[in-house]
């Protein structure tokens, strides 16, 4: 198996494993609970949290573990919209945000939210530009992303986090849920206010993240009751997942220290020889983007027919779009980047992990060369 599906989901690392293993069966209390048992949950949950602000350096009270980058973007969005409306009620995205911060856009305008998309430039990147232009007295939140999951285009944060820093009441929300481990982040010289993380994109587990909230931002509470997370999301805590967070984080970091060279190695091998395939159309762009995700295109054959033909061979890719499989799968990025359908229908993204080889790389091009082959014949007969 070759598996070039790391924007989706990365296998969880075995420490990762071990260490959810081992505080759900030894430390399973409620952190909640008065007794030793539930104070030794919270003690991990404690370390947990002070690990997670260290490697991210903010402070510990700036973090709060979710269940992922869904929820985060929820809580950051909405959480920002409930509580600050009275001051303004407009919000600024891109038009390449994940559908998590898109939809969550589209119900608040429902609810009588203005929301501002941005374009973006043919690199895929917002220009600051016209944040600038976007911003209203009513502006509340500006929330752009940071590693595109499709292209891989990083935009400028810190950029606009510098506009941003003229304009005191806009609170600033970036998705960084592609970006970690693979493209450095610093949030606070960035000036974030919100910053959205998702566990299982780095060898965590599902169903866990972190969302950064500087210290000061009024939020409004998506889930009440028990008053966890500093009342900011009620529900038992997950400690297993919390510590197997920390976790994987401390060791993604790591791997970038030893291992980037590798990775680049082997996505700079994939983009120079997918240019050289006749009808093949590269789709990340040349500067500014991360090492791990390659899209490209081949107009005239549709993303899905490709997929399959290539994980036949044991090889294992994506069309990029999430949307269901009833809906036509045009990649949204690729035709806000572009405008071409044709592109937008055929793209395929690869996407790396610090442990794919330049051999799998090889064995790859082989087979998606051999694969346009057949589909050709067949698209001719
Ligand atoms: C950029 C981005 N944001 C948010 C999400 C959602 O994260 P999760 O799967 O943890 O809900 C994803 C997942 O693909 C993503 O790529």
């Known amino acids: 198996m070759i598996y070039f599906d790391n924007s989706a989901t990365t296998m969880p690392y075995d420490e990762v494993l071990d260490s959810f293993m081992k505080v759900s069966k030894d430390y399973f209390g409620n952190p909640s609970s008065l007794h030793g048992i539930g104070a030794m949950a919270e003690k991990l ?6 690990q997670v602000a260290q490697l991210l350096e903010v402070y510990e009270n700036e973090i709060y573990f979710t269940s992922g980058g869904t929820e985060g973007n929820n809580l950051a969005i ?6 600050h409306q009275n001051r303004g009620k407009h919000i600024i995205i891109s038009s390449i945000e994940h559908a998590s911060v898109k939809q969550t856009c589209e119900q608040l305008a429902e609810l009588g939210f203005e929301i501002t998309i941005l374009p973006v ?7 600051v530009s016209s944040v600038e232009e976007a911003i209203k007295e009513e ?15 990083i935009q400028p ?28 982040l610093n949030i606070k010289k960035c000036g974030i206010d919100l910053c959205t993380i998702s566990a299982h994109k780095f060898h965590g ?10 210290e000061g931002v009024k939020m409004f509470p998506l889930f009440t009751g028990g008053s966890q997370e500093r009342k900011l999301r009620s529900g038992t805590e997950n400690v297993a997942g919390a510590v197997s967070t920390a976790k994987a984080l401390r060791m993604i970091f790591q791997k970038k220290k030893h291992d980037m060279k590798n990775l680049l190695e082997v996505s700079r091998f994939l983009k120079e020889e997918l240019m050289k395939i006749p009808g093949v159309v590269v789709n990340t762009p040349e500067e500014n983007c991360a090492p791990h995700i390659v899209n490209f295109s081949v107009p005239g054959v549709k993303s899905e027919v490709l997929v399959h033909a290539l994980e036949e061979k044991g090889i294992y890719v ?10 036509k799968s045009i990649s ?7 405008g071409r359908e044709d592109l937008a229908e055929s793209t395929i993204r690869m996407s790396l992990s610090y442990q794919n080889t330049l051999e799998e790389a090889q064995t790859v091009i082989k087979e998606l060369i051999a694969a346009l082959k057949r589909l050709k014949e067949v698209m001719k007969s």
Do not use: P, Y
């Not at 949950?45 to 002070?50: F, G, I, P």
């Not at 430039?121 to 220009?127: A, P």
């Not at 502006?139 to 285009?153: D, K, W």
């Open 318 to 327: 994506s069309t990029t779009s999430a949307c269901s499989s009833k809906k």
């Open 157 to 184: 944060i810190e950029e606009i986090g510098s506009l941003l820093k003229n304009h005191s009441k806009i609170l600033f929300h970036v998705d960084f849920v592609q970006g970690v481990g693979k493209v450095d």
């Open 139 to 153: 502006t509340i939140l500006v929330s752009v992303m940071h590693v595109n999951n499709e292209t891989g285009a």
């Open 205 to 214: 587990l599902k169903g866990n993240g972190i969302l950064f909230i500087r």
């Open 121 to 127: 430039n043919k690199d895929g990147r917002v220009e």
């Open 78 to 83: 909405k959480g920002v919209a409930f509580a």
């Open 45 to 50: 949950l404690t370390q947990a949290r002070q």
């Open 332 to 338: 949204s990025t690729v035709f806000a980047m572009t």
